[in-house]
């Protein structure tokens, strides 16, 4: 390939990897909304869909050890961390 087409390429390839980023964040943002709504409609039925780990995440969370407890509620779950704050807090009585 000579030069010019190289240099044509290069941002065409950058700009392509930033479309599909944006994309796989925005995706990644609408199932954390879904995840959201479904976890508020089974608080509101009244149906637990417990992890085991958590009720480890939940007696650390009570016990005042809130940061061990997000970081092991993130490494259960693989939330962000303010998905896992908020998680926690819930847990905790707090929220």
Do not use: C, H, N
């Not at 087409?5 to 479309?19: D, K």
């Not at 992890?51 to 007696?59: F, H, I, N, Q, T």
């Amino acid at each position: 390939m000579d030069m010019p087409v190289l240099l044509l390429l290069f941002p065409l390839l950058g700009f392509l990897a930033w479309s599909i980023e944006s994309r796989i964040e925005r995706v990644g943002r609408k199932v954390t909304r879904l995840e959201r709504k479904v976890d508020l409609i089974l608080d509101q039925m009244g149906i637990r869909e417990e992890d085991p780990g958590l009720a480890r995440v939940a007696e650390l969370a009570r016990g005042g050890e809130t940061i061990k407890a997000i970081k092991a509620y993130r490494e259960i779950t693989g939330d962000g961390l303010k998905e896992a704050k908020d998680a926690v807090d819930r847990m905790a009585g707090r929220a």
